[in-house]
């Protein structure tokens, strides 16, 4: 079988690319063949065909036959039995690859079902529970939640709708969590073309080994909105003195998040690491008690929750998005109602007074990660999913 992967990165830019690397290096393995297009980045990836196409990202960018030209030399070329989309965003590419190839997509977060591409109101924070409609222009001038601009806020809109538009074309979405296939189905998108397949891990599963300091917790993520790291260090105040919070990431609030601390008088007790990766990361883990997650946006599902288990760490996190799919309540960790950083300062604080708990909640969350989230078991179904659609489609043409 061979594959034509879509994306907009082809690098370590995030977690998408994480998974997209890791997930084409197993494909290779299995030989099956595979090929790349993306947008951005460099064009030395390690695949026999990688095409770069800058413009295919913009969603608000009109399909025109310079660009429908492009695609079709790139599909003669590379010849593929089935194309897997990730992060490509615009909706007159993604209906043209349905009408015409086996496609399968697989939406990491909310840009089909948000003009934001974020689903968190604010004033207050929480995150949205509305279908994509034109009421959302009306909620963004009293929640915040899209730009104010009404021209900018037409193109959002519009270029979410067409993106939204395709998915229902599409015979097979794939989400993470059950909570991004309802979205999906509470705006239009049928059921029964939506498939729950949730993330993996590569890490193995470790021993339990003492954290270097039962004193210190660890985000790990990217400093933006709707992460709750600004919030996080603002609760902090006059709160376990004793305690210390590792930042691991990076983002266009970091700045922000390092003068917070200064002007709270936080700076012996916030420390920031910037992106690591691979070893680094697994340290830091290791070294930490407990892995916070303050995300007041609906994550899609959280892949840092995987890579603490895996070191055998509990998580502390926000009950938003897809998170309750790997973090079981009182058995690998705490979930918190959205928002109440009173309530999760307590059961931090719970876990690091006990060296026990913080062992069994560890060892039972890496013994659960490992038996439901397997790169073996991800990419079994998601072969099954390419050669269900590869059917469909000769199906069709057989009509």
């Given at each position: 079988?061979?594959?034509l992967?879509?994306?907009?990165?082809f690098?370590?830019?995030?977690?998408?690319?994480?998974?997209?690397?890791?997930l084409?290096?197993?494909?290779?393995?299995?030989?099956?063949?595979?090929?790349?297009?993306?947008?951005?980045g460099?064009?030395?990836?390690?695949?026999?065909?990688?095409?770069?196409?800058?413009?295919?990202?913009?969603?608000?960018?009109?399909?025109?036959?310079?660009?429908?030209?492009?695609?079709?030399?790139?599909?003669?070329d590379?010849?593929?039995?089935?194309?897997?989309?990730?992060?490509?965003?615009?909706?007159?590419?993604?209906?043209?690859?349905a009408?015409?190839?086996?496609?399968?997509?697989?939406?990491h977060g909310?840009?089909?079902?948000?003009?934001?591409?974020?689903?968190l109101l604010?004033?207050?924070?929480?995150?949205?529970?509305?279908?994509?409609?034109?009421?959302?222009a009306?909620?963004?001038?009293?929640?915040?939640?899209m730009?104010?601009?009404?021209?900018?806020?037409?193109?959002?809109?519009?270029g979410a709708k067409?993106?939204?538009f395709?998915?229902?074309?599409?015979?097979?979405?794939?989400?993470?969590?059950?909570?991004?296939?309802?979205?999906?189905?509470?705006?239009?998108?049928p059921?029964?073309?939506?498939?729950?397949?949730?993330?993996?891990?590569?890490?193995?599963?470790?021993?339990?080994?003492?954290?270097?300091?039962f004193?210190r917790?660890?985000?790990v993520?990217?400093?933006?909105?709707?992460?709750?790291?600004?919030?996080?260090?603002?609760?902090?105040?006059?709160?376990?003195?004793?305690?210390?919070?590792?930042?691991?990431?990076?983002?266009?609030?970091?700045?922000?998040?390092?003068?917070?601390?200064?002007?709270?008088?936080?700076?012996?007790?916030?420390?920031?690491?910037g992106?690591?990766?691979?070893?680094?990361?697994?340290?830091?883990?290791?070294h930490?008690?407990?892995l916070?997650?303050?995300?007041?946006?609906?994550?899609?599902f959280?892949?840092?929750?995987?890579?603490?288990?895996?070191?055998c760490?509990?998580?502390?996190?926000?009950?938003?998005?897809?998170i309750?799919?790997?973090l079981?309540?009182?058995?690998?960790?705490?979930?918190?109602?959205?928002?109440?950083f009173?309530?999760?300062?307590?059961?931090?604080?719970?876990?690091?007074?006990?060296?026990?708990?913080?062992?069994?909640?560890?060892?039972?969350a890496?013994?659960?990660?490992?038996q439901?989230?397997?790169?073996?078991?991800?990419?079994?179904?998601?072969k099954?999913?390419f050669q269900?659609?590869?059917?469909?489609?000769?199906?069709?043409?057989?009509?």
């Open positions: 079988m061979r594959v992967c879509i994306n907009r990165y690098s370590f830019a995030g977690g998408v690319e994480r998974y997209l690397i890791d084409c290096s197993q494909f290779q393995k299995d030989n099956m063949e595979v090929d790349i297009l993306f947008c951005e460099k064009k030395n990836v390690p695949y026999k065909k990688a095409y770069i196409i800058p413009e295919f990202w913009d969603r608000r960018k009109k399909l025109t036959c310079e660009m429908i030209s492009e695609l079709q030399s790139v599909i003669g590379s010849r593929p039995d089935v194309i897997f989309l990730n992060n490509m965003d615009n909706g007159g590419i993604v209906s043209l690859l009408s015409t190839i086996p496609t399968v997509r697989y939406i909310h840009a089909n079902t948000c003009p934001d591409g974020k689903r604010s004033n207050p924070t929480e995150d949205c529970r509305y279908p994509l409609s034109l009421m959302c009306i909620r963004a001038h009293s929640r915040f939640c730009p104010r601009s009404p021209r900018k806020a037409w193109y959002c809109y519009h067409k993106n939204l395709a998915s229902v074309l599409l015979p097979k979405t794939i989400v993470a969590s059950s909570y991004m296939k309802n979205m999906l189905v509470l705006n239009g998108v059921r029964d073309k939506v498939e729950i397949l949730p993330y993996f891990t590569t890490w193995p599963k470790e021993t339990w080994l003492e954290p270097g300091d004193n917790i660890l985000f993520g990217r400093i933006s909105e709707g992460k709750g790291l600004l919030e996080l260090i603002e609760s902090m105040v006059g709160v376990l003195a004793e305690v210390h919070l590792d930042v691991v990431g990076d983002g266009p609030l970091r700045l922000q998040a390092e003068e917070k601390c200064r002007k709270l008088g936080l700076e012996n007790r916030v420390a920031f690491y992106v690591l990766e691979g070893e680094s990361l697994k340290d830091r883990y290791r930490n008690a407990v916070v997650v303050p995300s007041l946006w609906p994550e899609p959280g892949i840092i929750g995987l890579e603490a288990a895996m070191c760490r509990p998580t502390v996190a926000f009950d938003v998005g897809g309750s799919e790997w079981k309540n009182g058995e690998t960790g705490y979930l918190i109602p959205s928002g109440n009173s309530a999760m300062w307590e059961k931090i604080e719970e876990l690091l007074k006990s060296k026990e708990k913080i062992r069994k909640f560890g060892t039972q890496a013994d659960f990660v490992a439901n989230f397997s790169m073996t078991k991800h990419v079994t179904r998601l099954e999913i269900e659609v590869i059917d469909m489609k000769i199906r069709e043409r057989q009509l």
